[in-house]
């Protein structure tokens, strides 16, 4: 494969930072999602002293564009108070192919998952809790969604993996559904699980925690997942996330990112690639799930106080023949202290959103591209 068969397809992108729509907030925010058209906004907000938990809070922020998609202005159009009782660690909208599309999930350190549904009431927006989901003994630290469905899989510092089917729901009213079950629990972790990732398929799911433990599960014909694989590490990590359905990054205390790909002749994924990118040798606060983008081709992830972007080139036929190498970082001014960095990335990469302890902002960031 010729070196400048990968070059033509790389376009070079970096993003710009936008001042003019900072939105001030103290409070604690652990976790940030976005909806499928960049619309709407959901943000954590914690009242602590301390880091003491005092009072648990969502901010739902509505941003308004010009007819040249320009972001002109942040509308906070719901504060929800009083649901969860713990910091929230996870926000997630359902993706634009499901039928609970513009509806979210949090997950917090009480244990709880609570599904919240958009009503629309003379054309204001508003969210109430359709649903809380109880099975975990502890803090729930990541969730992701299955492609093309609306099952759930979620982790917590109770060491399991739970896995929630809505396939057998039961349609009782235009706002009530009845039937998300957990349906299956892997136990295999030694210690808290911090990265959850699955693949585009669906059938692949990959873990990370504080035991120096990579899990790959897989699912079988008759519906049930299964334990395929256990990689031990040198490192505990935070961040996991497939890049395709055959391969994964993951981002342990280190200066590396390392890279897993699937091996056809052993059935097993080995380690391929170490990728150095900045952020390395300082403390990193869990949260903030590392992000793939197909579309740029575009990997994020969080490293200490660094959060890295990382651009994969492939040979013209899209084969498992690929280039990869950090494109650019953003330092955020948290030297000395504990990578206190939260946020998102939108689904077509445009809008990058952060919240970090010292600016206590949060802040968007543009995609620019370079010619």
């Given at each position: 494969?010729?070196?400048?068969?990968?070059?033509?397809?790389?376009?070079?992108?970096?993003?710009?930072?936008?001042?003019?729509?900072?939105?001030?907030?103290?409070?604690f925010?652990?976790?940030?999602?976005i909806?499928?058209?960049?619309?709407?906004?959901?943000?954590?907000?914690?009242?602590?002293?301390?880091?003491?938990?005092?009072?648990?809070?969502?901010?739902?922020?509505?941003?308004?564009?010009?007819?040249?998609?320009?972001?002109?202005?942040?509308n906070?159009?719901?504060?929800?108070?009083?649901?969860?009782?713990?910091?929230?660690?996870?926000?997630?909208?359902?993706?634009?192919?499901?039928?609970?599309?513009?509806?979210?999930i949090?997950?917090?350190?009480?244990?709880?998952?609570?599904?919240?549904?958009?009503?629309?009431?003379?054309?204001?927006?508003?969210?109430?809790?359709?649903?809380?989901?109880?099975?975990?003994?502890?803090?729930?630290?990541?969730?992701?969604l299955?492609?093309?469905?609306?099952?759930?899989?979620?982790?917590?510092?109770?060491?399991?993996?739970?896995?929630?089917?809505?396939?057998n729901?039961?349609?009782?009213?235009?706002?009530i559904?009845?039937?998300?079950?957990?349906?299956?629990?892997?136990?295999?972790?030694?210690?808290?699980?911090?990265?959850?990732?699955?693949?585009?398929?669906?059938?692949?799911?990959?873990?990370c925690?504080?035991?120096?433990?990579?899990?790959?599960?897989?699912?079988?014909?008759r519906?049930?997942?299964?334990?395929?694989?256990?990689?031990?590490?040198?490192?505990?990590?935070?961040?996991?996330?497939?890049?395709?359905?055959?391969?994964?990054?993951?981002?342990?205390?280190?200066?590396?990112?390392?890279?897993?790909?699937?091996?056809?002749?052993?059935?097993?994924?080995?380690?391929?690639?170490?990728?150095?990118?900045?952020g390395?040798?300082?403390?990193?606060?869990?949260?903030?799930?590392?992000?793939?983008?197909?579309?740029?081709?575009?990997?994020?992830?969080?490293?200490?106080?660094?959060?890295?972007?990382?651009?994969?080139?492939?040979?013209?036929?899209?084969?498992?023949?690929?280039?990869?190498?950090?494109?650019?970082?953003?330092?955020?001014?948290?030297?000395?202290?504990?990578?206190?960095?939260?946020?998102?990335?939108?689904?077509?990469?445009?809008?990058?959103?952060?919240?970090?302890?010292?600016?206590?902002?949060?802040?968007?960031?543009?995609?620019?591209?370079?010619?």
């Amino acid at each position: 494969m010729m070196k400048s068969e990968f070059q033509s397809q790389f376009i070079p992108l970096t993003y710009q930072s936008q001042p003019q729509y900072t939105y001030q907030q103290k409070d604690f925010c652990n976790a940030i999602a976005i909806n499928h058209n960049n619309t709407i906004l959901v943000v954590a907000a914690d009242k602590h002293l301390n880091f003491q938990f005092q009072r648990s809070q969502i901010k739902v922020l509505e941003i308004i564009y010009s007819n040249t998609s320009t972001i002109i202005n942040l509308n906070q159009i719901q504060i929800i108070q009083d649901q969860h009782f713990g910091f929230i660690n996870t926000l997630n909208f359902f993706k634009k192919n499901s039928f609970m599309l513009d509806n979210f999930i949090s997950g917090s350190q009480d244990n709880q998952i609570i599904i919240w549904q958009l009503e629309i009431v003379e054309s204001s927006k508003f969210w109430i809790p359709i649903f809380k989901l109880k099975e975990h003994s502890s803090s729930i630290n990541c969730l992701v969604l299955r492609p093309f469905s609306e099952d759930l899989i979620i982790s917590a510092c109770d060491k399991k993996i739970k896995f929630w089917s809505l396939s057998n729901y039961q349609f009782l009213s235009p706002l009530i559904y009845q039937g998300w079950e957990c349906f299956q629990t892997i136990k295999e972790h030694k210690s808290y699980v911090f990265g959850l990732s699955i693949n585009q398929e669906g059938n692949r799911v990959v873990s990370c925690g504080y035991d120096k433990q990579i899990l790959i599960i897989e699912e079988s014909n008759r519906r049930k997942w299964y334990m395929k694989q256990k990689i031990q590490t040198y490192n505990m990590g935070f961040r996991i996330c497939f890049i395709n359905n055959n391969l994964f990054a993951y981002q342990s205390l280190g200066i590396n990112l390392q890279l897993y790909q699937f091996n056809e002749k052993n059935q097993k994924f080995l380690k391929i690639k170490e990728i150095p990118v900045n952020g390395g040798n300082c403390y990193c606060s869990p949260y903030f799930p590392s992000s793939y983008i197909n579309t740029q081709n575009l990997f994020v992830t969080k490293n200490g106080y660094h959060l890295n972007f990382i651009r994969f080139i492939y040979s013209h036929n899209q084969s498992q023949d690929f280039q990869c190498s950090l494109e650019s970082s953003i330092e955020f001014d948290q030297k000395g202290y504990w990578g206190y960095i939260y946020g998102t990335i939108s689904e077509d990469s445009k809008l990058l959103i952060t919240w970090d302890f010292i600016s206590e902002q949060i802040q968007f960031r543009t995609q620019i591209i370079k010619n």
